[in-house]
C-alpha cells in the first residue's frame, strides 16, 4: 500500500527556487517555429469539425473504417505531432519563453500562483487573480502528497456554480516521460480520480462523469508539470436531474489515483504479419486490390466485405493485446499510480456571475432553461435531446465552439464578444452532415460574402434565441 507524505514548508522553497531559475531566463522562439506552427494549425483547422462527431461516435464498426481508411492522414498526424512535439517540449520545458518578464519572477512562490501564470493560455481562459484562493486544508486533508517519489501539490480553487476549477503542480523526482502534444500544442496528461461534495446525495463521483480528465497546463521543466483541472458541477447535477446547488460554503474531497500521458515514443505492438497475411490473402480470395486506389473504386457490396476481414484482423489482435483496448494501458501511455488524497473547504464565488432564467421551452422539448455568464465560461441549461445540437453565436456572429454535450452548453468568452449571445438549435445530423462544414470550410470567409453561418443558421435551425447578457 502506498504511503502518503506531507511536504515540509521547506520542500515548496526548493521547488520554487528551481522555477524562479527557470522564469528568470530569456529564450526568443524562432520565427521559423512559429511559422511553421501557424501553417501547421491553419491545416488542421478545417478539421476541427470533426472533433464533436469523433469524440460523440459509438458505432466501432465505422469508426474502425475511417482508421483503417485514414492511414495517411493519421501517419501524417502522427510525423506532424512528433515533429512538433520536439519544439513543444523544448519550448514548454523553457518556460521563460511565457514569462521572460523579471516582474513574473518575482510573482514566487509559483506554486501559489498557478493561475495567475496559466490563466490566459488555459482552454477556459482569463483573468483568476482575484477569482482563485489557496485551498485551505482541514484538520484531517494536506494540499501536498508524495506518492513513490511523484508528489502532487493542490495550490488554487476557484468555484462558480457552473464549475470548480484547481490548479495543482506535479514534481517527479525522476524526467517526466516525454509526451504527445494535443493541436493546442499542450502536452497530453490525464488524471483518474474520484470527487466527493459533502452537500450533494451521492458518496462519490467518478471524476470522467463530470470532469475534464485532462490538467490543462505546461511544463515548468524536465520534472515539473503546472496546470488546471475542471469539474462542471452545473452540468453533471443538472444531467442526473438532481435539484442540486452548489451552497456557498462547502467541504471537498478529491483522490486522483492515476496520473498518465500519451507517450511521444510508440511501444504498441506491431499487428503481427501472420494476421496481416491472413487478411491480404481473404481479400484475394474476393478479387479485392489493397490500394487506397482500388478501395475508391469499391462496389458498397465489397466495401461491406473488406470491413468485415478489416474488423477481423483487429479482432484477432485485440484477442492477442486485450489490453491495448483498456485506457489507459502500458503501450500507449505512462502511468503514475496514486492515490493523492485531498480534503479542504471551498468557497463559491459569484464575482461577476449573471444568470438569465429563460424558460422558454416549447412542446418538442426544444429550447433553454436559463443561461449562467461567468468571468470565463457562458453555460446552457437546456432539456436533454441527443436528436438536437445546439449552437452558440457570440454579439459579432462568431461561432463559439466549446464542450457541447449533455443536457448543459458550456463554451468559453475568451476571444468573443459576449454582450449578447444567439443560440440555435439544430437537427444534429442536419448540423453535422451539412451545416457546421459551412462554417470550417477554407473558403468561409468568401462564402460568407453572399451568407454569413449566421444567417445559414436562421433558415435551417429548428430553435433561435437571442441572450443580452449586457443591459
Known sequence: MNKQ??????????LDDTIKKILDCTFPLPESVQNAQKEAFAEIRTLVAEKEEKKLENDTEIFMEKLHRQKNFQKARKIFFRGFAGVGVAAAALFCIYNSNPAVSAQIPLTEHIFEELGGSLEFAGDYTSLAEPVKKSETGIETIAVNGNTLTLSEVYCNEAALYLSLVLHSEEKLPETYLDENGKPIIEIEGLIDFDFDTEDTINWYNGGDTHIDGKMIDDHTYAGVIRFETGQYFAFKEMDTKVPENFQLKLSISRIFGTKLVDTRPEMPRELKQKYENAMREQGLGLTDE??????EEQKEIEHQLFNDMWNAYYEIY???QQYPNQYDNWIMDGPWDF?????RNDKDTIRKEIND?????????????????????????SDYFAVILDANGTLMDGNTYGSQNTVSISGYDTSKIHVYICDYIEYMDELKGYWWSSDYEE?????????LLDERSLYHKEILFDE
Do not use: C, W
Open 5 to 14: 507524505i506531507a511536504n515540509s514548508q521547506s520542500d515548496h522553497a526548493q
Open 447 to 455: 462564402k460568407a460574402k453572399e451568407k454569413t453561418f449566421k444567417q
Open 322 to 324: 486485450p489490453e491495448r
Open 343 to 347: 480534503e479542504f473547504e471551498v468557497t
Open 361 to 385: 421551452v416549447d412542446e418538442q422539448g426544444l429550447g433553454i432553461i436559463s443561461a449562467t455568464k461567468t468571468p470565463v465560461e457562458i453555460t446552457l441549461d437546456m432539456p436533454q435531446n
Open 294 to 299: 482500388d478501395y475508391e473504386q469499391f462496389t
